[in-house]
């Protein structure tokens, strides 16, 4: 208890990113309650941002520090709270994919979002903060305390955040499955940590990791009991099939821009914590030479495996595009657990950059795709995939930016989405899973056909309005901002690997000391 307490004032510097949007969240908050009715909420959304840029730049800064000018080597991780708070490498690389999504979905709603959409709009603006804010402790988070108190911050504020347009029956019931099944992973994920704590006296992950290794035959069942638990618990919080009947509700019933941010930054931050904690307990250290191991890499590939399959083929029967993309997510949930599944070896040692990679393509080439989305149907409140009938002959730029980013979706060449599966297919080749590389592939090709189907929309098909379509500044820069990032991950593939394996550090940032 000692030691949780100490906190100096050069600690509160490395806690600025999220003190920052804390501040902003409180600020905003009360601005919102002393501006009158009548004065434009518009202004918060711009403050939210700001906010969001300040907390970039403090998490620039902490990779600066940990990666000075010149070193040869990267300095150690800064741990706080007694080794409960982490900040590392690992931690400021998903901040900034954190931060960078909040940001795209903070801009395309400033003039974009109508009261009919979001009733009360300066909630909506500063409620992304705090959901940001839990995404971000997650990652930082070397203890199961911290990592709940960020799930649980994530998850209360998503479950307003999804409920917010009171009015309509589809948002009420998306709001009401979501805290449901939202509610029961949380108590599975606790459940399993429980049995940790048990087992090993220690809520540390570092210290769960060396207990479970030094007293593995005494506790092997309950081992695999905690293992399976955190998995189906983990596989809720990134909707991964079996475990993703709640998304297409939700992701239907939940505003735009809601959407926007259930698909990416809350998908990412689930993956961050999946990973941290499956390889901090469980994938390193004296468990890897036990039968643990072997079946913690083989559940994972089938449970991405099935999610690949799933997600794809579901979707081949969506008309309605939010429940499309949900089922896109739940198969790009298979595609990115299929790292976690490939172990870190002599030959195979890159799980992260094939996981981040694909992570940071999966974000912007999602967002772009709902800035069009919500602007093809906002005028008529169509949310089906017709509503893209005729786009290109109404706004051919428009158009164009949306077929960048279905192509990315579906992992055609040259594009951000096709180097991020074709590095994830390359290291299940390496570590010898075929069966899984042809799992990727086939279902890749199957995506193909829904993809398209938006595509021949777009281009075969006459739409109802003959005229362009109307779209605020903000929603256009951002659709052209995803579809740029798009396509420059597409072309310069090894320089966004190279920067991700120069700052990240496997026994730095990774392994829990």
């Keep these: ?176 499955k979501y805290v449901v099944t939202g509610g029961i992973s949380s108590a599975i994920i606790l459940y399993g940590m429980s049995f940790l704590y048990g087992m090993s006296g220690s809520t540390n992950l570092a210290k769960i990791n060396q207990a479970l290794g030094e007293n593995y035959s005494s506790f092997e069942p309950l081992i695999y009991v905690a293992f399976f638990l955190l998995l189906a618990g983990f596989g809720f919080k990134i909707a991964a099939a079996p475990f993703h009947m709640w998304a297409p509700d939700v992701y239907q019933g939940a505003p735009a821009p809601v959407t926007a941010y259930l698909a990416v930054v809350s998908k990412a931050a689930g993956f961050a914590l999946t990973f941290r904690v499956l390889y901090s307990v469980f994938g390193l250290g004296p468990l890897v030479q036990t039968n643990l191991h072997a079946d913690f890499l083989t559940a994972t590939a089938v449970l991405a495996a099935v999610a690949m399959i799933v997600g794809n083929f579901v979707a081949l029967r969506q008309k309605n595009m939010k429940r499309l ?45 709902i800035a069009v989305f919500m602007l093809v149907s906002g005028p008529s409140q169509n949310e089906n995939i017709s509503a893209f009938a005729g786009l290109y002959y109404r706004a051919p730029a428009t158009a164009v930016a949306m077929v960048i980013l279905l192509l990315s979706l579906a992992g055609l060449p040259v594009t951000g989405g096709f180097f991020g599966k074709l590095y994830i297919m390359l290291g299940t080749l390496q570590m010898h899973k075929y069966w899984l590389a ?44 995803c579809a740029a990032v798009t396509l420059l991950t597409g072309f310069f593939p090894h320089v966004v690997l190279r920067y991700i394996e120069t700052v990240f550090s496997v026994p730095f940032d990774f392994f829990i000391q």
Excluded at 114 to 126: C, L, N, Q, R
Excluded at 358 to 369: E, P, Q, R
């Design 1 to 176: 208890m000692d030691q949780l307490q100490r906190l100096t004032a050069g600690d509160i510097v490395h806690l600025a990113p999220e003190l920052s949007l804390v501040i902003t969240a409180v600020v905003l908050s009360l601005l919102d309650l002393l501006l009158g009715r009548s004065f434009s909420r518009t202004v918060l959304g711009w403050l939210a941002l700001l906010g969001v840029a300040v907390s970039a730049a403090f998490v620039i800064g902490d990779i600066s520090t940990l990666n000075p000018a010149g070193a040869a080597t990267p300095v150690q991780p800064i741990t706080l709270l007694g080794g409960s708070w982490r900040v590392d490498d690992y931690a400021n690389l998903f901040k900034l994919l954190f931060l960078a999504g909040t940001a795209l979905i903070l801009f395309m709603s400033i003039g974009n979002v109508k009261e009919d959409e979001i009733p009360h709009k300066g909630e909506f603006f500063y409620l992304l903060l705090p959901a940001t804010i839990g995404a971000m402790v997650m990652a930082s988070s070397g203890d199961l305390i911290t990592l709940f108190v960020g799930l649980e911050l994530l998850s209360i504020t998503s479950y307003i955040l999804v409920g917010m347009r009171k009015k309509q029956y589809a948002s009420n019931e998306g709001a009401f």
């Design 325 to 369: 993309l949900a089922y896109s997510g739940i198969a790009n949930a298979g595609y990115l657990l299929v790292p976690i599944s490939t172990h870190y070896g002599m030959v195979h040692f890159s799980n992260f950059s094939e996981l981040f990679f694909y992570l940071i393509a999966y974000v912007f080439m999602n967002i772009g795709a």
């Design 438 to 481: 042809a799992v990727i592939i086939g279902t890749s090709v199957v995506s193909f056909y829904y993809y398209f189907g938006v595509i021949r929309q777009m281009f075969l098909r006459s739409g109802s309005e003959e005229t362009g379509i109307q779209s605020s500044v903000t929603g256009q820069i951002t659709i052209w901002i």
